[in-house]
């Protein structure tokens, strides 16, 4: 059907187990007891065979279940049998998108990219998107040297400047409001 890891799209319909008690107040907000009997997905590219009567695009996503044998100590190995959606709910976008936005919960990648390069200052933004740590998970181990290494020398001498700069325009607002009470009196 042209679908591969990666692909994406958009959930239209999610379709409860028959054995879901049936409710006819289903709010933004549902907790179902068993996993979906399918979920139908809009894709975003691609061009998937058309799937009976659903619309173009349209692509149902049914429960894979799968059975592991499993070997607990020296003991005689179970069976074990897991059914669940082979999808992985997300949205994902780079720090530079995620600037002034305040995220609930983020899961965020502080590995270093394959091109370019990750910067303290980038690492910053994408922790500060959520209101603290029990919000924010990482993705995997990173390289802690992002938040040790020196700051870059063209960033101190910019700093310098400012604090110059600042100096510089409260001294002259200072000497404003003196000639500026002077003048009054």
């Known amino acids: 059907m042209n679908i591969a890891n990666g692909t994406r799209g958009e959930v239209v319909e999610i379709i409860p187990d028959p054995r879901e008690a049936t409710t006819s107040n289903w709010g933004p907000r549902v907790s179902l007891v068993y996993p979906p009997s399918c979920i139908l997905i809009r894709l975003e590219y691609g061009n998937p065979s058309r799937v009976g ?9 049914f429960p894979k279940e799968q059975t592991y044998q499993l ?13 669940q959606l082979p999808i992985t709910g997300a949205y994902g976008f780079t720090d530079y998108r995620a600037q002034g936005q305040t995220i609930g919960h983020v899961i965020i990648d502080l590995a270093s990219p394959p091109t370019g390069a990750l910067t303290p200052f980038s690492a910053y933004v994408a922790l500060s998107r959520s209101s603290g740590r029990e ?4 993705l995997r181990d990173f390289d802690e040297t992002l938040f040790t290494r020196p700051v870059c020398e063209a960033l101190k001498r910019a700093d310098s400047r400012f604090e110059e700069l600042n ?5 002259h607002w200072e000497q404003r409001c003196v000639a500026g009470t002077m003048a009054h009196t």
């Not at 919000?135 to 990482?138: G, V």
Request: a positive charge; proline letters at 6%.
């Open 53 to 61: 009567d659903l619309p173009d695009g349209v692509v149902p996503i």
């Open 71 to 83: 070997k607990i100590g020296g003991g005689k190995a179970k069976s074990v049998k897991r059914k």
């Open 135 to 138: 919000t924010i998970r990482l």
């Open 167 to 171: 100096k510089k325009t409260k001294e």
